[in-house]
């Protein structure tokens, strides 16, 4: 069975950290760019960060740049999204998404958000 997990999330305070994994079972990540996406309620979907599967190229939404980074663990089948100081407004359910196409990075983003199939997701509330 093709399947997503994600976890890591959590409460913490604004200024925090936290890192959240996208484990993949049923099929190996390294052939699969992959992007995380979060939804505050209320609102929309939006693509948070993506990474290729080729050359490791990656997208970081405005919002997020400088603070997350997206990094892939071929060896774990595993993705990771580490999340630094963290800002009330980045509370939200996070997921995230896999797609065998091998397109310019930003272009996978918005494929993925399209696209998705969406598991559970995580939950990330930032207290201020």
């Known amino acids: 069975q093709v399947q997503l997990v994600e976890s890591g999330g959590g409460l913490v305070q604004a200024g925090g950290s936290l890192r959240l994994s996208c484990a993949a079972s049923g099929f190996t990540l390294d052939y699969y760019a992959i992007g995380w996406f979060r939804q505050a309620p209320g609102k929309e979907r939006e693509g948070v960060s993506c990474?290729?599967?080729?050359?490791?190229?990656?997208y970081y939404a405005d919002s997020v740049k400088g603070r997350f980074t997206i990094s892939r663990d071929n060896a774990k089948n595993t993705v990771y999204l580490q999340m630094n100081s963290l800002k009330p407004e980045d509370t939200a359910v996070y997921y995230c998404?896999?797609?065998?196409?091998?397109?310019?990075?930003?272009?996978?983003?918005?494929?993925?958000?399209?696209?998705?199939?969406w598991g559970q997701g995580t939950q990330v509330t930032v207290s201020s």
């Open positions: 990474i290729s599967s080729s050359d490791g190229s990656t």
């Open positions: 998404a896999a797609d065998p196409r091998d397109w310019p990075v930003h272009t996978m983003c918005v494929i993925m958000g399209l696209t998705g199939s």
